[in-house]
């Protein structure tokens, strides 16, 4: 079984970045979509990108497109998340997820079997 482990969180000024890193502590998510969601205190789980197995396809919620970037590293058995011009409402939980199921990535929460323990990232302005 898969337990995957985010890094990378913390704080950063509005404009800044941030990158984040998902890895698994054990198993391996070779074959595997991954996506990054986000949940903020009292709100619904929110998808923020996915990538395909191989990472050549790569979607995005409209919010981050042309800011963040999604991207794996097989080799190395790691996912990221680079953050770019990150605003106040980029601030929430980031959390890391794997679909074991389908290589081809999507934005639907229920379709992740695994997922981190979440990264909290904060912006302020």
């Known amino acids: 079984q898969v337990q995957l482990v985010e890094t990378g969180g913390g704080l950063a000024q509005a404009g800044g970045s941030l990158r984040l890193s998902c890895a698994p502590s054990r198993g391996t998510f070779s074959g595997y979509a991954m996506a990054w969601f986000r949940q903020a205190p009292g709100k619904e789980r929110e998808f923020v990108a996915a990538?395909?197995?191989?990472?050549?396809?790569?979607y995005y919620t409209t919010s981050v497109k042309g800011r963040f970037t999604i991207s794996r590293d097989n080799a190395k058995n790691t996912m990221y998340l680079q953050m770019n011009s990150l605003k106040p409402d980029d601030t929430t939980v980031y959390y890391c997820?794997?679909?074991?199921?389908?290589?081809?990535?999507?934005?639907?929460?229920?379709?992740?079997?695994?997922w981190g323990q979440g990264t909290q990232v904060t912006v302020s302005s």
């Open positions: 997820a794997a679909d074991s199921v389908s290589p081809m990535g999507d934005n639907t929460e229920y379709t992740y079997d695994y």
């Open positions: 990538i395909n197995w191989s990472g050549y396809n790569t």
